[in-house]
């Protein structure tokens, strides 16, 4: 049974994650281990729920109790569930909530790069992409285009700040993914390197030598600057999408998108 709790004090202690918390310190909550996160709709707690993440209390619009939160809250057991109306959410998280719904979630340890790509072909890496939009867009195409895993260096946002999490649609939750210090480990493993960058020398995304490469990571950098020129020496290939009417590049999203639909043409069926 869903423990009910109305709201009557908008500064009551237990409803911190939710009111008072920054997302940074949400995540550095109970250092070392693993700190909460704030899942926002029922899609994105759905799917949070199915990779096993640790429901610890829920945030419900009154109105959405009998709708499609309904079966979240069959899933959440005696966790709190803390329920006002439209008005009164907003005005203690300081926007309106998606479907009306968050949840605060514990973390997960993450995995080594070793253990997350031992069975990889394609792979992408993400070096210092600071929007969380980008974040979570990259994540979609990710998973919808059939990429094995995602690498993020520490500069990037985090994939479970909540609006990363909302714009991947529960993205996050479904495809592998952690933290890179050193892109040396992925030759290592044997992955050719592919830099998402603008150059003279570059190749075409639809280069064959890409696409018969047997494990391929596509390495795309942050907005405005791209990818570091070191990062780009240290890669196999620096890899361009051919452009029209004079334009230079795509949003970082955009071109993550075009990338992967290209280069998992040979092990997804579905995108040829």
């Known amino acids: 049974m869903p423990n009910m709790i109305e709201i009557t004090d908008l500064n009551a202690p237990e409803l911190e994650n939710y009111a008072s918390l920054s997302e940074v310190q949400l995540r550095r909550l109970y250092e070392p281990a693993p700190g909460i996160f704030i899942a926002e709709s029922p899609k994105v707690i759905t799917r949070a729920l199915d990779a096993g993440y640790e429901p610890l209390s829920l945030l419900l619009d009154r109105n959405q109790i009998t709708g499609e939160t309904s079966a979240l809250l069959e899933r959440c057991g005696n966790i709190p569930v803390y329920t006002s109306e439209s008005s009164i959410l907003t005005k203690l998280t300081g926007f309106q909530l998606t479907r009306g719904a968050l949840c605060a979630m514990r973390r997960q340890v993450h995995p080594n790069v ?7 072909q394609r792979i992408a890496v993400l070096e210092n992409v600071v929007n969380p939009t980008n974040v979570g867009a990259i994540f979609r195409s990710a998973a919808a285009l059939g990429m ?3 690498l993020l260096t520490t500069g990037c946002s ?3 700040y909540r609006r ?4 991947s649609m529960g993205t996050v939750f479904q495809i592998p993914w952690t933290y890179i210090e050193d892109m040396g480990v992925l030759k290592e493993m044997g992955f050719k390197t592919a830099a998402m960058a603008l150059s003279d020398k570059a190749i075409s995304v639809d280069d064959p030598a890409l696409t018969a490469a047997p494990k391929l990571a596509v390495v795309l950098g942050t907005e405005g600057d791209g990818l570091a020129q070191a990062t780009i020496a240290q890669c196999d290939y620096t890899v361009c999408i051919p452009m029209a009417h004079g334009v230079d590049s795509l949003n970082v999203a955009a071109a993550s998108a075009v990338a992967f639909w290209q280069l998992c043409k040979t092990k997804n069926p579905l995108c040829q």
Do not use: M
């Open 114 to 120: 070793l253990e997350l790509c031992k069975s990889a």
């Open 164 to 167: 990363a999490a909302r714009v």
């Open 158 to 160: 985090d994939p479970l």
């Open 148 to 150: 094995d895993a995602v």
